[in-house]
């Protein structure tokens, strides 16, 4: 390899970068968009949820019970005289559950014995369902120790849980998602900075002329390579500068450990962008390829939403083909656990010989010819 060919090569293409806004756009526009898109629209947290309070005999103890929900940031209640009205609110979409309280409620709360919440939820979403009802306990908890409290008297329970969540104590879904939205965001970002920058080559015909140039094949890659994969970081930077600022997301382990981490996944993302170019030599057909061959997969089997133990069999083996997988692993053990190094060491083995992999058959299907 000739270095004084290598570095022509590579100003010919930070020429061309400054020249066409477009790749500039791909490594620092889209990051940037996508982030503050997925960032503000997907999260798996429930504030706000709409709920109805119904009680069928309004006593001071039902309201010292409601007022529970009306201080909550997770629920916005709303009060109806009966059942009925009530009713019809949830199968209008207007709230998301109904909380009942019967008309012996105050009676068996005064007495000391069972006083009865009926909780209705909509299950059309399950998961939202299930982190309602949650709440409900939680509110239903809280309630009790209160009371208990007022009445000089200690809180008896069949069971005294004490939980401790580790690595992530703020129960933020923030937290968790914004670094595996780095990891599927940079898939994307990463193929397309290649595929469709060369393929774009192709369509101009000056493929042709670098082919018929002295440059030889690993040459032409090499130089192609090293001016994206520095935009490529510079769009990295970009989205952690964004997470951990403007979505507050702790950085726990080491910095530098994540830039080395990164640049192994860009030049996994690179490798795969490069092989679809050498495939597909039109920019439509190459960027639809990127699309459902990097983004889609990263996004649905990295992890990064879907729990990976949770599919069956089949498709928890593809999971180890997708690059993200091992990122997302990463990122999310650097963000909130730390330098976990038996994580952080196998997640990136995969990498290195995933960058191998692709890098290794572009270069074997690549030659200076035109067929």
Sequence with gaps: MNGERLL???????????????????AFV????LLLLFGYG???DARHVPIALVASHPTPQTSAFFAGFQGSPYFNPRLYPDM??????LMGRDVDGIVWLRADFSRGTLQGAAAPVSVIVNGVNANNARIIEGYVQGVWASWLATQAQRRGSPLILPVDVRSRVWFNPALRSHDYLVPGLIAVIMTLIGALLTALVVAREWERGTMEALMASPATMAEILVGKLIPYFLLGMGGMGITLVLAMGLFSVPLVGSFWVLVLCSALFLMTALGMGLLISTIAKNQFVA??????????PAFILSGFIFDIHSMPWPIRAVTHLIAARYFVSILQTLFLAGDVWPVIARN??????IAAFFLALVARISRKRLD
């Design 30 to 33: 889209m990051p940037l968009f």
């Design 348 to 353: 990136s083995g995969a990498l290195v010989l």
């Design 42 to 44: 997907v999260s798996l």
């Design 287 to 296: 960027g639809m390829i990127a699309l459902v061959a990097t983004y889609l």
């Design 84 to 89: 009925p009205l009530a009713r019809r609110a």
């Design 8 to 26: 022509a090569l590579m100003r010919k293409e930070m020429l061309q970068i400054v020249r066409d806004p477009s790749s500039i756009a791909i």
